[in-house]
């Protein structure tokens, strides 16, 4: 059976917040070599963006779960798309590679709750004989959202540059912030 209309309306925002963070996960991932040039950095060097956001993101999953229990899954998971987005900003501009690594360490804290408490608030709200299809859904959108983060740099990055693909995953992290 179908979802109810107000079911599938979280759905829709709930994927729309899940995309932005995965979005801002792997969106560095095919630029590596342009951020290493730019820092006079090797491809390896780089990469430890990737696991400084990751740890980052790990960490900030117990701690933002019981902090959505708390003040409103939602109302969290707006904030936190909103901090996405100021730190995606605030590494588009870093003239360091150790001020380019804490943005994206703080990237990932914040981007920690989103796609957990999403999965939560469904769990809240869903009728049960509708859970499985709606997180399905959810992590299609999830997916989608890794997958769209590394197609936006590669296919973007040659046109804005690496920090201009940071501005444009910050602005769809800024507008699912909003929206949700």
Do not use: H
């Amino acid at each position: 059976p179908e979802p109810p209309a107000m079911t599938r309306r979280l759905l829709v925002i709930l994927g729309v917040c899940a995309f932005a963070s995965a979005a801002s996960m792997r969106v560095l991932d095919p630029v590596m070599p342009l951020i290493a040039s730019e820092f006079s950095k090797t491809i390896q060097e780089a990469a430890l963006l990737s696991t400084w956001f990751t740890i980052s993101y790990a960490i900030g999953q117990p701690i933002l779960g019981p902090m959505g229990d708390s003040f409103g899954k939602a109302r969290l998971i707006s904030i936190s798309l909103l901090a996405v987005a100021v730190f995606l900003v605030m590494a588009s501009l870093a003239p360091s590679f150790g001020l380019f690594g804490a943005t994206r360490a703080l990237t990932g804290l914040a981007a920690g709750g989103i796609i957990p408490l999403g999965i939560a608030m469904i769990g809240d709200r869903a009728p049960v004989n509708q859970r499985q299809i709606l997180l399905a859904r959810f992590m299609l959108a999830t997916l989608s959202g890794q997958i769209a983060g590394g197609l936006i740099a590669g296919g973007l990055s040659p046109y804005v540059g690496w920090r201009g693909v940071l501005l444009i995953v910050a602005m769809i992290s800024l507008a699912a912030g909003v929206g949700s």
